[in-house]
């Protein structure tokens, strides 16, 4: 398997990063660096996440992260990050 970030889903890193650093700038670092690590386990269990039937017969699904929901989509032997964001978000 082959893991890939889209435009959009590393919009959204920027994006939540921007939002956090004026909070608190090390929290905000520690955030996405677990955000951006956290599909990596998709690798080894591309189908872990909630399948979200809505996209069918696009084959998407979903993992949460701490307060995060990261969406994605398989396509064969390839796995796209679509989207990221804060579950308390209005999306």
């Known amino acids: 398997m082959d893991l ?12 939540l990063y921007e939002f956090l650093v004026p909070v608190n700038k ?3 670092a520690r955030v996405i660096q677990a955000l951006a690590q956290a599909p990596a386990i998709l690798l080894t269990n ?15 699904r979903r993992i949460l ?10 396509q064969g032997e390839v796995i796209y990050v679509l989207r990221l964001w804060h579950s ?3 999306r």
């Open 4 to 15: 890939r970030w889209t435009g959009k889903s590393l919009s959204d890193l920027a994006r």
């Open 65 to 74: 992260i701490r307060q995060y929901e990261i969406r994605y989509e398989i």
């Open 26 to 28: 090390s929290a905000a």
């Open 46 to 60: 591309p189908r872990i996440g909630e399948q979200l039937f809505q996209f069918e017969p696009r084959e998407v």
């Open 88 to 90: 308390r978000e209005d």
